[in-house]
Nanobody, 127 residues
Framework: QVQLVESGGGLVQPGGTLRISCAAS????????IGWFRQVPGKEREGVAC????????YYADSVKDRFTISTNNAKNTVYLQMNSLKPEDTAVYYC????????????????????WGQGTQVTVSS
């Protein structure tokens, strides 16, 4: 049974940093993609960053490029999103999602056709 559990959200001031984590379990292969997606009420969900767990290739949305970094731990069972230079517009519920990687990480992030989703963690950027 696949499980994704996010942690690490919270309140941070503009310009600050935050790291959120996604613990993944239940996959029988390393050939999976994991991504971070965010949603604000009334807006479409956005694919923020995606990574190929086995190959390490990454994709970032333009809105977070050069500020956010997605990575995995050595055991490849936890995915992190390091968020720097945070802005109020980064405020959202951040969801971790995963699926066997049958295309590219960019396609995963853009089309968001993933079967497995976490419960979400709130990130609020405010002074």
């Amino acid at each position: 049974q696949v499980q994704l559990v996010e942690s690490g959200g919270g309140l941070v001031q503009p310009g600050g940093t935050l790291r959120i984590s996604c613990a993944a379990s239940g996959f029988t292969s390393d050939y999976i993609g994991i991504g971070w997606f965010r949603q604000v009420p009334g807006k479409e969900r956005e694919g923020v960053a995606c990574i190929s767990v086995s190959g390490g290739s990454t994709y970032y949305a333009d809105s977070v490029k050069d500020r956010f970094t997605i990575s995995t731990n050595n055991a490849k069972n936890t995915v992190y999103l390091q968020m720097n230079s945070l802005k109020p517009e980064d405020t959202a519920v951040y969801y971790c999602a995963a699926d066997p990687l049958i295309s590219t990480v960019q396609a995963m992030c853009v089309f968001q056709s993933l079967d497995y989703w976490g419960q979400g963690t709130q990130v609020t950027v405010s002074s």
